[in-house]
């Protein structure tokens, strides 16, 4: 199922959801300047800034091996990659950005990454394979959605069913938190670890940690009134 847009205005432009779709495209671009100079550049700033699980815990105590907590989150394998992982936080980033308000957004997104990034290393600690990518941070994004916003309708593009559906968010993100968890636990049992290149507990990881992260601030009181 691919998300095509929800119906849920925002009452405050989402300035950081934009600067952080910006800062992951900039990156991508420099990315694909290293790589037309060559694989060897490419590869160096990949493996250098990516999170490598055992890497990190083999070297615990080199503090630029806990910088790929959060470099790794905005490193990206490929335009599809990239590209997904911007559209689906646009979608639904804006609107857990109108409650939070911007400074608090930036700071729950890269603890749901950091959240993502703790679930893959403990579920594959000695993993050698380099882990990168949005989508744990953006995962405690759709999170917060399920929590905040059950019922808004998201219309989505169902292939080999309807063209595009109004979906309740609760369904669509309850049947996406499926699809991860089944994956992770069907690459536990394969042995496969990141089965497909797909780090799947980071974004269990991430969603979880969402989900934690946004009641607590809803038990608080630290959301805006929309």
Known sequence: MLPLWDENPTRRPPVMTVLIIAANLGVFAYEVLLALQGPRAFDTFIWTHALVPGRLLAHAGDPREWGTLFTHMFLHGGLLHVAGNCWFFWI?????????????????????????????????????????????????????????????????????????????????????FLFQALNGVGSLLSGTGAAGGVAWWAHAGGFATGILLILWAKGAGRLRRR
């Open 92 to 176: 639904f980033g804006n609107n857990i950005e109108d409650r939070l308000g911007s400074a608090k957004f930036l700071l729950f997104y890269l603890i749901c990454g950091l959240g993502a990034a703790a679930l893959q290393i403990a579920v594959e600690p000695g993993s050698a394979l380099p882990m990168l990518g949005a989508s744990g941070a953006i995962s405690g994004v759709l999170g917060a959605y399920l929590i905040l916003f059950p019922t808004a309708w998201v219309y989505t593009l169902v292939p080999w069913i309807v063209p595009v559906i109004p979906v309740p968010a609760f369904l669509f993100l309850i049947v996406w």
